[in-house]
C-alpha cells in the first residue's frame, strides 16, 4: 500500500530559508519518483517536480525550475522540498505523493502526503 | 504546456443525485487523464486513472470516460462523504498538469 507523512506547517518570513519533508512507509522507497505538487489559495494544483530516491534522479517542471530544489534521504526514506529565499508568494499547502505506473501516459500520483501548508508573511 | 480546463468550477447537488463533471484538454492526451478528491485537511485521494480504470478500494458509484480532449467524472447516487472538490490531471506530457478543481457542495 504505502503512506506518505509530511512535515508540520511553517510559518516564515520572507527571505528566510525553509526545508520541508515527506516521509515514506509501507514499500519501497527507492522504486518510486516522489513527486511535489503546489496549491496556492483558490488555485489549481500544480506539478513542481519530481525526484527518483533510487539515484537522486531529479525532474523539475521549468515554473520551479530555479526556485525550489529537490533532494531526498533514502537512509530514512524521506524526501525533502527546500527554498533558499521565500517569497509572500510562495504560500500555499505544498503535497508530496507517490508517482506510480512505469510506462508514459498511465502514470498517475497515489498516495499522497497530508500536506503542509507554508505561510510566508512579514 | 497542456491546459486543463474543468467545469464547472462549482456544483450544488443534493444526496442521491447524479452528478457529471468535465475536464477538457487544451490538446489531444489520449486516454491519459486522471481524476482525484480534495478534501481540506486530508490527503488527495486518487479515484480514477488512464481515464476510466477505478483505483481498487474506490466505490463504483465513481465513474470516468472519455478520450482525447474530452473527458467526464460521474457520481451516480452521491453520498454526504462525496462532498469535495475533485480534480483532473493529464499525464500524456510533462509538465503534468490539473484542472482548476470543481467544488461539489451540498443544496
Known amino acids: 500500500e504505502g503512506e506518505l507523512v509530511q512535515s508540520g506547517a511553517e510559518v516564515k518570513k520572507p527571505g528566510e530559508s525553509l526545508k520541508i519533508s515527506c516521509k515514506g512507509s509501507?514499500?519501497?522507497?527507492?522504486?518510486?519518483?516522489i513527486a511535489w505538487v503546489r496549491h496556492m489559495p483558490g488555485k489549481g494544483l500544480e506539478w513542481m517536480g519530481s525526484i527518483y530516491p533510487g539515484d537522486s534522479d531529479t525532474r523539475y517542471s521549468p515554473s520551479f525550475q530555479g526556485q525550489v530544489t529537490l533532494s531526498v534521504d533514502k537512509s530514512i526514506s524521506t524526501a525533502f522540498l527546500q527554498w533558499s529565499s521565500l517569497k509572500a508568494s510562495d504560500t500555499a499547502m505544498y503535497y508530496c505523493?507517490?508517482?506510480?505506473?512505469?510506462?508514459?501516459?498511465?502514470?498517475?500520483?497515489?498516495?499522497w502526503g497530508q500536506g503542509t501548508l507554508v505561510t510566508v508573511s512579514s | 504546456d497542456i491546459q486543463m480546463t474543468q467545469s464547472p468550477p462549482s456544483l450544488s447537488a443534493s444526496v442521491g443525485d447524479r452528478v457529471t463533471i468535465t475536464c477538457r484538454a487544451s490538446q489531444s492526451v489520449s486516454s491519459h487523464l486522471n481524476w482525484y478528491q480534495l478534501k481540506p485537511g486530508k490527503a488527495p485521494k486518487l479515484l480514477i486513472y488512464v481515464a476510466s480504470t477505478l483505483q481498487p478500494g474506490v466505490p463504483s458509484r465513481f465513474s470516468g470516460s472519455g478520450s482525447g480532449t474530452d473527458f467526464t467524472l460521474t457520481i451516480t447516487s452521491l453520498q454526504p462523504e462525496d462532498f469535495a472538490t475533485y480534480c483532473c490531471q493529464q499525464s500524456h506530457r510533462t509538465p503534468w498538469t490539473f484542472g482548476q478543481g470543481t467544488k461539489l457542495e451540498i443544496k
Open positions: 505523493a507517490r508517482r506510480v505506473g512505469n510506462i508514459q501516459g498511465l502514470l498517475r500520483f497515489d498516495p
Open positions: 509501507g514499500y519501497t522507497f527507492t522504486d518510486y519518483w
